[in-house]
């Protein structure tokens, strides 16, 4: 079992950046698959980005593909998602998951089996 909480949300103007964290209970969170999503205002849950229990692989989007970098401090129990260069379009409620699959870094909402709360991120014009 893992909770996740997320921090680090907020309202900036674009170009600019923020950096959310991610804080995970339970001992095992660092056999865990990792990931980011995030849902806009009326739309569907999508996909931002996801590492490796080891951090070794790491996937996104290509919509924040060379802005957005996934991180993971499995001594701190946290993953962290850096983002630079926002737009307006980055507007939504990111979410924190985690899979105990460790083969497969998933990028489906199904992949992922614990969930945090989310936390929002507004990129103003």
Known sequence: QVQLVESGGGLVQAGGSLRL???ASGRAFSSYTMAWFRQPPGKEREFV???SWSGATKSYTDSVKGRFTISRDNAKNTVALQMNSLKPE???V???AASANRIRVGVQYGDYT???QGTPVTVSS
């Open 21 to 23: 964290s991610c804080a």
């Open 114 to 116: 614990y969930w945090g």
């Open 49 to 51: 980005a996801a590492i």
């Open 94 to 96: 990111y979410y924190c």
């Open 90 to 92: 980055d507007t939504a």
